[in-house]
């Protein structure tokens, strides 16, 4: 937690994210699609013949789309540079439950009922996540900081943030520019950071 209300600061996410960089891929258990989230994410070249698609929800309810992003916006926050929601963040994650993270849905869904479900609870008058101030959206994500569904937002808010444009996320690569990614061709693949139980419990909150 921070002084300012964000649920990460900028400079915890920074000292971070040359890590993160590496296994900026949301939590899959089928390896076809672990291997195509890990293209999306970690892939540095830029395919400037490949525009990015446009930022439409197929899978979330406008509501459903709001929390989301909501959510990552208290990941990822906007201060004085451009965060998840700048990003598109929502998008990428919308996107991809459509397609390589389909066994991610029910984990999603779920966890969007139980998140509606805590807020009308705690909340009176309230009736979803986004509604709430920053205050009591940073209370609510500190009582679900362990679970599955925290787990697997957060990385694929890190992913987003990071990923190709052509995924949906990373709009006018606002996340290279943060990271200060330069816009060249490589690869450098993690050759198994991802894969270290340590680092999945960090990032996922469980070992896959």
């Known amino acids: 937690m921070t002084t300012s209300n964000s649920i990460?600061?900028?400079?915890?996410?920074?000292?971070?994210?040359?890590?993160v960089w590496l296994t900026a891929a949301i939590a899959c258990s089928k390896k076809s699609a672990s291997d195509e989230m890990k293209n999306a994410?970690?892939?540095?070249?830029?395919?400037?013949?490949?525009?990015?698609?446009?930022?439409?929800?197929?899978?979330?309810?406008?509501?459903?789309?709001?929390?989301?992003?909501?959510?990552?916006s208290r990941i990822i926050p906007t201060d004085d540079a451009p965060g998840a929601k700048e990003a598109g963040v929502v998008y990428f994650?919308?996107?991809?439950?459509?397609?390589?993270?389909k066994d991610q849905v029910p984990l999603f869904d779920?966890?969007?009922?139980?998140?509606?479900?805590h807020v009308t609870k705690t909340f009176p008058g309230k009736t979803n996540f986004a509604s709430l101030t920053s205050e009591q959206q940073d209370a609510t994500l500190r009582s679900m900081e362990n679970t599955p569904?925290?787990?697997a937002i957060r990385f694929a808010t890190i992913a987003g943030f990071l990923s190709l444009p052509k995924y949906g996320g990373n709009r006018d690569f606002v996340g290279w520019k943060f990271v200060g990614q330069e816009h060249v061709m490589e690869q450098r693949p993690p050759f198994g950071w991802y894969d270290r139980?340590?680092?999945?419990?960090?990032?996922l909150g469980r070992v896959l």
Do not use: Y
Request: zero cysteines.
């Open 93 to 101: 994650i919308d996107r991809m439950l459509g397609a390589a993270a």
């Open 149 to 151: 569904f925290f787990g």
């Open 110 to 117: 779920g966890g969007l009922v139980a998140l509606s479900t």
């Open 8 to 19: 990460v600061s900028r400079r915890d996410f920074m000292s971070g994210v040359a890590a």
């Open 197 to 203: 139980p340590e680092n999945q419990m960090a990032l």
């Open 41 to 72: 994410a970690n892939s540095r070249g830029v395919m400037t013949d490949v525009p990015p698609p446009v930022q439409t929800l197929s899978h979330f309810s406008v509501a459903q789309g709001a929390d989301i992003e909501a959510i990552a």
